[in-house]
């Protein structure tokens, strides 16, 4: 479009005129502030859409609202999944990191929108899922097409995707720090030092974005500065492990709930009908399930958990405190099922804030159970903080991030120590039972989990339609050892493909195994090609996965392997032209 291409303008003309690393730092820039500019967005619309539903704080007074408009939001977010995008959209990180090591960085461009409006509708109507994951999504998105619109290489693309995700989280919790650190600990994985500018840039301007558009009044933010006492260390510790058992019990039952759901994969609506059924029937038992349960984490942190039993059944008992510790305790086990039921029945969202919600349910239940069994004083705003990072440390397979985020989002830097004992152990005790994070075990048990091998990620990107040789002498079946000796005389070969008129491979020809004959001139026309060649030992096809190709390489030791597509011959690919290609691509990436 027109007014599109005089857009591009400027930009091409600074890409023209200015070096690499001054055109990426400029592209951080405008990448960090369109992410965050989709933040503010996405953030203000779930919340307007609370402000409509409550209409005046009367609407949501009443219980069965709570049931059904999330409900109602599920249905919706299907049907826009299903009118406007195909009916697929690719949620969560998992789907980032597929398009880096196997789409060569390249995000599709309805992703730089349709997370926002989807998710926006899903948590904007109580739907118990997060945002996080969303904007990670949009922001790598925006950096993808970014780099895909001029022209830059798969380092830089990848560079610029990583730098929109660091802008996105920074703007969403005002934590740049935070936001830096998940690029690398989820996206990047091996990085060089001069890769950090254009994502600290990015996240900067997209937490600057964000604060001074919102003013930080939409999301929460804690203030409260807390202590660290030493004679608190040995509770730390065990609150870390209890974190780490918990991290693993969210990850396999929130698998175990997808696998349920997988029957209904081809009957969306029916779908979306039984888990917003489900889900109301959650809230209506625990209505601080209604959302991305901030609010929940606020009068936690502020030691008001009663507050939470205002609209529940559970109210009716009053406020014991035993009563209270126990539906605490129940929420961070049922959380799990609400996120999973929100997502897999085809909401969108995440598990970063729900990861929040329970650790602060973990942590605030660990502290005030030790309190009442009067085995010691905790500072109960202190652990369900604390708690926040053990179990994002342990689902999210994210211990820096874990750590920095609560630090930033609390103001609790006093806090670092314990923040770092409870992530570092829930984060060990985790990976021993679950080697992947939950976001990633899908695509490792697929076998494209390639982001985390550098080796595997450069081998996916090299495709064997760009590496076929083609100037390897066909001869026919039928002709003679005369004219194969023509052959060989007018190539640089020393193979030569056996080819029939339908273009289909029969065989091959070596010239040492040919050598000898080649010189008795008395067999020239009566010995044919198809009396000397010989099978190859394997063949290659066109759409194979080079990890596929280079396992055939080492079995069957050859160093050129036909390629075929179906049975049609369309040359040979060698050994040493992989090698080669290879060696130019992982020059290309290491200096991400």
Known sequence: MPYIKKFKIPLLWLRRHTSDREFMLVSSVLVGLTAGLAAVVLKSLVHYIHLLLAYGNRLLDQPYWLVVFPLIGILLTVFLVRVMFNGRIGRGTAN??????????????????????????????GGSAGLESPIVVTGSAI?????????????????????????GIAAVFNAPIAGVLFAIEVLLIDISITAFIPLIISAVVGALCSKLILNEEILFSLGREEHFEAGHLLFYVLLGLLAGIISVYYSRMATRVEELFEEYQTKVYQRAIVGGMLLGLLIMLFPPLFGEGYGSIRLLESNQAELLLKDSWLGFFGTNEWLILCFIGALALVKVFATTITIASG???????????????????????????????????????????????????????????????????????????????????????????????????????????????????????????????????????GELVQVIANSRRNLFPVVNESQQLEGIILLENVREIMFKTEKYNAVKVKELMQKPPTTVQHDDSMGDVMKKFDESGAWNLPVLEGDTYLGFVSKSSIFTKYRKLLIKTTNV
């Open 96 to 125: 980032i990191l597929f398009n880096i090591s196997q789409k060569s960085s390249i995000v599709e461009r309805h992703k730089m929108y349709s997370h926002v409006l989807t998710s926006g509708i899903t948590a904007g109507f």
């Open 143 to 167: 950096g993808s097409n970014f780099g895909r619109d001029y022209h830059l290489n798969y380092r830089d693309r990848t560079l610029l995707l990583a730098s929109g995700a660091a802008a």
């Open 347 to 481: 909401g969108n969202g995440g598990n970063f804030a729900p990861s929040m919600f329970v650790g602060a349910c973990t942590g605030y239940f660990f502290a005030r159970l030790v309190n009442l069994l009067q085995i010691s004083n905790l500072p109960i705003n202190s652990f369900s903080m604390v708690g926040m990072a053990g179990i994002l440390s342990g689902v999210m397979h994210a211990p820096l991030t874990a750590v920095f985020l609560i630090a930033e989002i609390t103001g609790g830097y006093t806090l670092m120590i314990p923040l770092m004992i409870v992530a570092a152990s829930s984060f060990a005790l985790v990976k021993y039972f679950e080697p992947y994070s939950l976001d990633t075990k899908k695509l490792a048990q697929k076998g494209q989990l390639l982001t985390h091998n550098k080796d595997k990620t450069i081998l996916r990107i090299l495709q064997i339609r760009h590496l076929i040789e083609t100037d390897f002498q066909p001869v026919s079946p039928e002709a003679t050892l």
